[in-house]
Every structure is written in C-alpha cells, then in structure tokens.
C-alpha cells in the first residue's frame, strides 16, 4: 500500500520568503511522485513530478523539489514566494500493480504582503 | 497538451433525482480514468478507477449502486449519482492517466455538487 503524509495543514509566509512544503511518502514498490496546485473551485495543475532519474526536480513557477530515498521525502520549495502562489497544494504517489494516485491531506499556502 | 473536459462545472439537483457528470480525453485516449471525491478543505479521496470497456473498480466504503460509472469508449467516462441526498453535495473530480505504469494524469476542472 501507499500513502502520503503532507506536514503542516496550513502555511504562512510572506512574499518573497522561501516556501517549503513538507511531503513524506510511504510506499512497498519505487514511487512516482507529484505535486500538484490546486485553486479554489477549480481542478488540479501539476507543478513537477519524480519518476526516475535526476532526483530534483524542476516544475513550473519556479517550484522545485527533491526526492531524497533514505528520508522518504519530496518536499517541495519555491525561492521567492510570489502572491499568487496562494493556493492548495497536494502531494500524491502512484506506482506498483496498479496506476493509483493517492493524494496527501494537503497544504493550503497564504502569502502575507 | 493532453486536456481532460468536465462537464458540468457546477449542477444543483433536488433530492432523490439522479446527476450524470462527464469526463472526456480531448486530444489523447485514456484507457484508464479515475473519479475523485473532494470535501470542502480536504484532501481527495478516490472513488473508483473506471477502465474502457469494463466495469469501474470501487474503493472500499463507496457505494457502487449509488455512485455508477461507465467508461463506454477511450474518451469518455461518465459518473452518475443516483438518488442522490444532500450528504451527496461535494466537489468531484476526474482524472486520466497517460499511461498505464503511472507516469502521469491530466485532471479534469471538477464539477460542484449541490443537493438540495
């Protein structure tokens, strides 16, 4: 089975800060990895994903992340926090025997001017 | 870019009456599409994984009589919500996947739920 743990419901920082978004996988098979955006009533965008090879990872919007095997980590961060990088943002898994995506709890990130 | 179509984006119903909402792969085939389930500020929780050509396969606790899928051709899937009660109301959402090993998903825009 696999799961995602996403630490911290609720983030602040403010404009122009470093953002980091904790995300700890767990999973019996080698993981896929993703995170995606997600902005009030609308669907999901994908921000970057890991399937293999170079384990960091450079998505859209300046957003980057790293997998890192020995922590079970993909936390995802983003050098200078922009105003509209407010929104939801979710880590999600898939791999093995079947193509699942399985989703974490998820981060609501605000950005303070 | 693959573009998966939701429709519609929002539906209010009365209670007891059905609602269809449809998932389209507009520019790619999607042997498999999923259907997820979002509740006001929470994560989304799969509902059924919907393969072309056979039947849906539910996760546990998700009612197949209430929730019906069909996935009648490579570029479409619909979910119907049958009898559907205000505990029904949410944000669902449906996905393709590009492949079959997991690569990727294209995601629908989602469609809001309300029963009253």
């Known amino acids: 089975a696999q799961s995602v743990t996403q630490l911290g419901s609720h983030v602040s920082v403010s404009e122009g800060a470093l953002v980091l978004l904790r995300c700890n996988y767990s999973?019996?098979?080698?993981?896929?990895l993703f995170w995606y955006v997600q902005y009030p009533n609308q669907g999901l965008q994908l921000l970057l994903k890991y399937t293999t090879g170079a384990t960091l990872v450079k998505g859209i919007n300046g957003f980057e992340a790293e997998f890192k095997k020995s922590e079970t980590s993909f936390h995802l961060t983003k050098p200078s926090a922009h105003m509209s990088d407010a929104a939801e943002y979710f880590c999600?898994?898939?791999?093995?025997?079947?193509?699942?995506?399985?989703f974490g709890t998820g981060t609501l990130l605000a950005i303070q001017p | 870019g693959a573009v998966v179509s939701q429709h519609p984006s929002w539906v209010i119903c009365k209670s007891g009456t059905s609602v269809k909402i449809e998932c389209r792969s507009l520019?790619?085939?999607?042997?498999?599409m999923f259907w997820y389930r979002q509740f006001p500020k929470q994560s989304l929780m799969l509902m059924a994984t919907s393969n072309e050509g056979s039947k849906a396969t539910y996760e546990q606790g998700v009612e197949k009589d209430k929730f019906l899928i069909n996935h009648a051709s490579l570029t479409l899937s619909t979910l119907t919500v049958t009898s559907a009660h205000p505990e029904d109301s949410s944000f669902y959402i449906c996905s393709a996947s590009l492949d079959r090993i997991g690569y990727g998903y294209t995601f629908g825009s989602g469609t809001r739920l309300t029963v009253v």
């Open positions: 999973s019996s098979v080698p993981p896929y």
């Open positions: 520019d790619f085939q999607a042997t498999t």
């Open positions: 999600a898994v898939s791999g093995g025997a079947t193509n699942k995506l399985i």
